[in-house]
């Protein structure tokens, strides 16, 4: 364990100054990928409980309670519903609107840290490749003066081309397909609400609730 330890420094030592912001970049990747893994999840989202309780709320055209109910529930699908009762009396058309606004306001939430992502996706292969460039100029600058630690210099500045290139894409491969399942996952997660969403709205807007609830008005 101690030798693949100390292997790993110094092939990180081998990459020259390039390697330590490949480095934070690789922890940043990590960091938000585990992040996002965990957090979209559907059960986070639609909670079995939660969609039965605010059907039987909205059903019973109990709106203050399901308002109240989605208060103290905050999230994405609470939000959503919380928008449908408090703008229950819009127009269908105008509805729909509302609240495909604050869908689209939501998925940014579920997306968030992957822009960050996405950068680093570009970005990591660039910094291996300035990592290249680097050690090639190490490599013709040995070739310029000669002298007798030539092959060291050239071993060095080959090894450093190398190691940097690998590293970007190392980084940038896993990142990149992460990203794609991801943002996949936050659009399938919105897509699911949307389809409960247009449940409860052709519940709350069936005809004898709006008819009944104007007449009241």
Known sequence: MFELLQSGIDIFRSGGPVMYPLGMLSVVALAIILERLWVLRAQNYLEPGVVHVLSGLLGGRDYKAASDYCRRHPGPFTELVHTMVENRYAPYDELKEILGDTGRRQLLGLQ?????????????????????VLGMINIFKAVATGGSGINDTLATGISQALITTATGLIIAIPALFTHSFLEARAVAILADIEAQMMDYLHLVRRPDVVAGESEEA
Do not use: E, K, Q, S
């Open 112 to 132: 968030r840290g992957l822009p960050a992502l996405a950068t680093i996706v570009g970005g990591a292969p660039l910094l291996g490749l300035l990592g290249t």
